[in-house]
Each structure stands twice: as C-alpha cells, then as structure tokens.
C-alpha cells in the first residue's frame, strides 16, 4: 500500500460529500483508482442531484454551449441569405447605389436601382438585417 495517505484522504473527503472530480484534484490520483478505493462509499441522492444540479463548472458549459450554438445558427442563416442576396453582377452594381442619411435619430436608407430583380435583392438584405438587428438588441441593451 504505496498510496495509504492518498487513500486515507480519499475516503475522509468522500465522507465529507465530495465528488470523484474534487476528490481527484485534491488527491492527485486517477479517477479509476477513486473508483476502485470508494466503490463501497456511495453519495446519496440527494447529494448526487446537488452536485449536478449546482455545478459552476456545469452551469457555464452550458452557458457556453448555447452561446456556440446561437452563433453557429446566425452564421448558418447569415450564410444562407447572403447567398440569396449576393453577389450582385458587374451590371446590377453599376446601376446601383445605397446610401445611408441619418435624419431626426433615425437612419434613412434611399436606394437606386436599375431593375426590380435588383430592388428585390436589396430589400430582401436590408430586412434580414434590420430583423437580426431588431431580434439581437432590445430597448434594454444587447440580449445575451
């Protein structure tokens, strides 16, 4: 028994509630060797669904999935309409122009265009971006 202290320690902290992950921070063993030392030192329940329900570690993967999954989502999206809305050919950007004024603290967009297969493009960007603008930022702020 090379490990007798490890083990000691081991099967005090598990008597205190901790995890086989804190254990194994703390212990610096394997977490099958935890396994092999503590397979008679099960946790309760209700400590089971404390430590998965509460974990900082859990709750900000989670927040981090979702974020990964939103931004995903807005590219895919992005992409997919950018393909329906780009690129314009040598002739429809010859003919058309976009500005942007700004009057009364709100922006004014004046579009001119040759044809209405252009105009149609054009005003099909201009919503996809005033939704994601609108769906993204609330009175409040930016939504997370």
Not at 105 to 111: A, R
């Amino acid at each position: 028994m090379t490990k007798f202290k490890e083990k000691t320690e081991a099967l005090r902290l598990r008597g205190l509630g901790y995890s086989y992950s804190q254990i194994k921070k703390a212990v610096k063993v394997s977490k099958s060797t935890l396994s092999v030392w503590l397979e008679k030192y099960p946790l309760s329940d209700a400590r089971i669904r404390e430590l998965r329900d509460w974990s900082a570690e859990r709750i900000e993967h989670y927040i981090a999935t979702r974020k990964r999954n939103r931004e995903n989502f807005l590219k895919k999206i992005y992409g997919l309409e950018r393909t329906k809305i780009l690129p314009f050919s040598e002739k429809e950007s010859a003919f058309s122009m976009l500005t942007y004024k700004r009057g009364f603290g709100h922006g004014t967009c004046n579009v001119i265009l040759c044809d209405s297969a252009t105009a149609k493009r054009v005003f099909m960007g201009l919503q996809v971006i005033r939704d994601f603008f609108s769906a993204t930022y609330s009175s409040k702020g930016p939504v997370a």
